[in-house]
């Protein structure tokens, strides 16, 4: 079972790719050989996990004494 950063249904993005780099708000494409916007795409995207960024998860602070209890 492969994880879920390696899903290969990944929507493609020019963010996520291989061959796209960070510019600030947007994206240079060495394979489309231009500035694009992160949630653009094309023909070329190849999925790139470590440029993921996962989703922040928010946990309750607010636990009681009977939380603990068996």
Same mark, same amino acid.
């Given at each position: 079972? @492969?994880?879920?950063? =390696? ?7 020019? @963010? ?5 780099? @960070?510019?600030?708000? *947007?994206?240079?494409?060495?394979? @489309? ?11 070329? =995207? ?11 998860? *928010?946990? *309750?602070?607010?636990? *009681? ?6």
């Amino acid at each position: 079972m @492969a994880l879920k950063i =390696f899903n290969k249904q990944t929507e493609p993005q020019c @963010a996520l790719c291989e061959y796209g780099v @960070a510019s600030g708000e *947007s994206v240079v494409c060495r394979k @489309a050989g231009g500035v694009m916007t992160p949630y653009s795409k094309c023909r070329k =995207f190849k999925y790139d996990p470590l440029k993921r960024e996962p989703k922040v998860i *928010s946990v *309750s602070k607010d636990f *009681s004494k009977e939380d603990f209890e068996l």
